[in-house]
């Protein structure tokens, strides 16, 4: 069964500091990930997603993430946080052939001036 | 253009009461996803459909849940006879394709609350 690791409930950064969100993952064949964030009171907005070819993705407001396929990992990435990036974070694969995501737990994501 | 939108917001309903949660995905989106949300935790799947054909309900917690698409646009997610374990937030999604790696556009959610 597929399925994603969120391992870290909370994650605290500096403004200015670089950011790890950690995404782990299981899957039995090619995984498609992707990586959502979650604003108080609002929908899911999606940030970037790997489907193949290069390892490093870049996606919205500055965040990439990067796939480790030997160990199956998908960190998001952010060279300098923002306060404004404060949010909950969730990882997802896609689980069946008509693409349900399958997510995390999420990670909330703390970002201090 | 305009996004996924979803009504009610929230829903408050006596334990028993049977309500009706809608969606409206963005127009000529050809895959729609209910999804549930319980209070920290993951969204989790309820069901899928592609136009009006509901091609995979496996997530459907029981058979008091009921979903359906019957112009392949609008999607009515009921719930009959509600219990204390169905207060979650009920998120819609859509998508352009039909593939699995095509993103998924949410809505702002149903915040259901059973009394």
């Known amino acids: 069964a597929q399925s994603v690791a969120q391992p870290e409930d909370q994650v605290n950064v500096a403004e200015g500091n670089p950011l790890t969100v950690k995404c782990t993952y299981s899957?039995?064949?090619?995984?498609?990930l992707f990586w959502y964030v979650q604003y108080p009171n609002r929908g899911l907005q999606f940030l970037l997603k790997y489907i193949t070819g290069d390892n490093l993705v870049k996606g919205s407001y500055g965040f990439e993430a990067e796939f480790n396929k030997s160990q199956t990992s998908f960190h998001l990435k952010k060279p300098s946080a923002l306060v404004s990036d404060s949010a909950l974070y969730f990882c997802?694969?896609?689980?069946?052939?008509?693409?349900?995501?399958?997510f995390g737990k999420g990670t909330k994501l703390s970002v201090k001036p | 253009g305009a996004g996924v939108s979803q009504s009610p917001r929230y829903k408050v309903a006596k334990r028993g009461q049977d309500v009706a949660l809608r969606c409206d995905p963005i127009s000529g989106h050809v895959s729609l996803f209910w999804y549930q949300q319980a209070l920290g935790q993951g969204p989790e799947f309820l069901t899928y459909f592609q136009n009006e054909a509901q091609l995979d309900k496996s997530g459907l917690p029981s058979d008091r849940f009921f979903a359906e698409r019957p112009e392949g646009s609008v999607s009515t997610l009921k719930i009959q006879r509600t219990q204390q374990e169905d207060s979650a937030v009920y998120l819609c999604?859509?998508?352009?394709?039909?593939?699995?790696?095509?993103?998924?556009?949410f809505g702002p959610g149903t915040r259901l609350t059973v009394l």
């Open positions: 999604a859509s998508s352009l394709g039909v593939t699995s790696y095509n993103e998924q556009f």
């Open positions: 899957v039995s064949g090619n995984p498609y």
């Open positions: 997802a694969v896609s689980g069946g052939s008509q693409g349900n995501l399958i």
